[in-house]
């Protein structure tokens, strides 16, 4: 498992195609400047491509306070495993402690493999996503406990 560093910034993983950023990755930017704020560290947004730094003030705009910019012509097109390896080797470099990436078609492809990769937890399809103390508002609890020869019943809510 990967250490957290508690001092790491939150980063967005800003989707582009075609020079344009995703819509997606802008909505996120809001939430991720909260969860940002809340630890007390920087934001800010990794963006892949070629010929992609003029979106990178666009960026800026949406509340990041750094942008990593990586430009190769490989990158000009979604690749999975050339952006997983870009991304891989920047979270190596920089530890962040949070990366948030859209529930986008790439999105889906390329955290999972990122997570795997940097051996760090994953939470997919996420509508929400809070930092400090919590009480659980739901418990579930068994309604019965499964042992030999039993088959296992459903846990209710309470």
């Not at 103390?133 to 042992?147: E, F, M, N, R």
Request: aromatic content about 6%; overall charge positive; hydrophobic content about 40%.
């Amino acid at each position: 498992m990967i250490d957290v560093n508690r001092q790491g910034e939150v980063w967005v993983f800003a989707e582009q195609h075609g020079g344009q950023v995703e819509d997606t990755p802008l909505e996120l930017m809001s939430k991720a400047r909260v969860l940002a704020d809340t630890l007390g560290v920087r934001l800010a947004a990794v963006l892949l491509g070629n010929g992609v730094r003029q979106l990178a003030g666009r960026l800026g705009q949406y509340g990041a306070d750094k942008v990593y910019l990586v430009e190769h012509p490989l990158l000009r097109a979604y690749q999975t495993n050339s952006y997983a390896k870009v991304m891989c080797d920047l979270i190596g470099k920089h530890r962040p402690q949070i990366v948030l990436y859209g529930a986008t078609a790439a999105g889906r492809d390329l955290a999972p493999r990122i997570a795997s990769a940097m051996k760090a937890g994953l939470t997919a399809d996420c509508t929400d996503l809070q930092i400090g103390d919590h009480k659980v508002a739901i418990s579930l609890q068994p309604s019965s406990i499964p042992s030999a020869g039993r088959k296992w019943r459903r846990f209710v809510r309470v």
